[in-house]
């Protein structure tokens, strides 16, 4: 746990960028949306937002891409103009960069999401008038909410063994290997993720906490923990 000093010197940070995430926002207008997070506390990690992109807000929860940023911890590194798409529909261009402390630690995130779906569908207009009709690139999908339970549940269905059916079908390696890929996801530093995973698996909560154990026990030093 970090000292007091330290804590004081994050505590000072976020509320030194406070104000920087409505003057980014009053800078690029209404279809832009600034989130300051702290992942000290993860379950509602967004501290202060401006814009309404994604729908955040005050006490809300990171996405699947805060937690797997929380997941790789120090070695987290800024994520800068990448574009994912909302439950909703909309196209979403953002980036992600990390709050660090004077010792290097990670401990939140400042992020930036413009929202150009108008500027997709302008693109794909222009693309079909000049006769470039190659099938576009999949974009994919973010859950964008302030409940960490949806975050959760969302990691779980995209997940491709996270199914009821597909779970009962795995052998031990491979629900450990389930296990292990969500925990790289970032998923099982969240309080009671554990159960909350265990329950949509159809698995007791000491089953959940035994196969998350095995998983940690038995993982590849040499992995950097999660995806891009």
């Known amino acids: 746990m970090a000292d007091k000093g330290l804590e004081a010197e994050r505590d000072a940070i976020v509320a030194a960028l406070k104000p920087v995430v409505d003057g980014i926002a009053a800078t690029f207008g209404p279809v832009c949306e600034v989130v300051l ?87 794909a207009l222009l693309g079909a008038l000049a006769g470039l009709t190659g099938a576009p690139a999949e974009t994919p999908v973010t859950t964008f909410g302030n409940d960490i339970d949806a975050v959760v549940d969302a990691v779980l269905e995209t997940h491709p063994l996270g199914t009821h059916r597909s779970w009962a079908g795995l052998d031990r390696a491979g629900r450990v290997d389930l296990f292990r890929s969500l ?32 998983a940690r026990a038995t993982a590849d030093p040499a992995s950097d923990g999660a995806p891009a």
């Open 37 to 123: 997070h702290d992942y000290r506390r993860p379950e509602e990690s967004v501290v202060a937002v401006a814009g309404s992109v994604t729908g955040r807000e005050v006490g809300g929860a990171m996405s699947e891409i805060g937690l797997r940023l929380l997941a790789r911890g120090d070695e987290a590194v800024d994520d800068l103009n990448y574009v994912t798409r909302t439950r909703s529909g909309g196209l979403v261009k953002s980036s992600t960069m990390m709050l660090r402390d004077s010792t290097g630690g990670v401990f939140g995130a400042l992020c930036v999401n413009v929202d150009v779906t108008a500027v997709g569908e302008a693109h």
């Open 183 to 214: 925990d790289d996801q970032g998923v099982f530093a969240l309080r009671r993720a554990a159960e909350q995973v265990g329950a949509r698996l159809g698995i007791s909560r000491a089953s959940a906490y035994s196969y998350l154990s095995q």
